[in-house]
């Protein structure tokens, strides 16, 4: 099913163990559009500390009761490699977080979640969430997928932007501004953003226009904004967002 990003905002996030504490903010990455991590704010327990959170441990969303059950332990998220959130997220920090939680990484394999299109199948939901994930501590990388890469580690930049950064961010077509954007519309299956919600209020008074990923050109984090392959009058003419629009539901193979 779609739900809009914000509705993460807020989420309480329960380990298997207890509870580990509320999702401040989401990273995406922008050449695939998909969502790699929650932010989570552990709160007292932590001593304020921000971790991050896979999809790949997300074993259900209860959104009627704002809370994401993850199946890891507080221990596991404790001794997790830290990461300081108000800096941008490298590819070694990623292989790190990766290979301490024995995950396969996302980057390799030409889909969304490497080989798979979701981060998780049914396949590898435990009957029992009190047994985390299956190689966490020091798994061998060779059994997760050979998630290592021969010879010199990837340097290149992960491409993660953080979605509380994008929103509000000015949004501009190939002819001129036509507002600002305001939320992300996902899929809970893949985490895969399928619009950008823009705000036209200015330009159109009223209307959340929906605009797909594949329509942005370009992002400038320096000037704030996001430039659209499409013009002003394309972009009047996009779906507008609607509740019945975050009802759908998604096949995945």
């Not at 984090?221 to 430039?227: G, M, N």
Request: charged share 25%; proline share 5%.
């Amino acid at each position: 099913m779609r739900h809009d990003v914000k509705e993460l905002e807020g989420c309480a996030v329960g380990a298997t163990d207890g509870d580990l504490g509320f999702v401040s903010d989401i990273y995406f990455d922008d050449r695939q559009w998909t969502i790699r991590y929650l932010v989570v704010e552990t709160g007292a327990w932590l001593k304020g500390r921000k971790v991050l959170v896979s999809p790949k441990a997300v074993r259900r969303v209860a959104w009627d009761d704002e809370v994401v059950a993850v199946a890891l332990t507080r221990q596991q998220v404790e001794d997790s490699p830290g990461i300081d959130t108000d800096k941008p997220v490298s590819r070694q920090h990623e292989m790190d977080f990766f290979d301490y939680y024995g995950y396969a990484y996302y980057w390799q394999g030409g889909l969304a979640w490497g080989a798979p299109m979701c981060p998780i199948s049914a396949a590898d939901i435990p009957g029992d969430l009190d047994s985390g994930p299956p190689a966490a501590h020091g798994g061998d990388p060779a059994s997760a997928g050979q998630r290592r890469f021969d010879g010199e580690p990837e340097t290149a930049d992960s491409h993660l932007r953080s979605a509380n950064d994008v929103i509000g961010h000015e949004a501009t077509a190939s002819d001129g501004h036509v507002g600002s954007v305001q939320s992300f519309v996902f899929d809970d299956q893949s985490w895969a953003i399928r619009h950008l919600v823009l705000n036209t209020a200015n330009w159109l008074p009223g209307k959340r226009i929906l605009v797909s990923p594949a329509q942005v050109q370009r992002i400038s984090w320096r000037e704030r904004d996001v430039y659209l392959d499409m013009t002003r009058e394309e972009v009047e003419a996009s779906s507008r967002y609607s509740h019945e629009l975050l009802a759908i539901r998604e096949t995945h193979e």
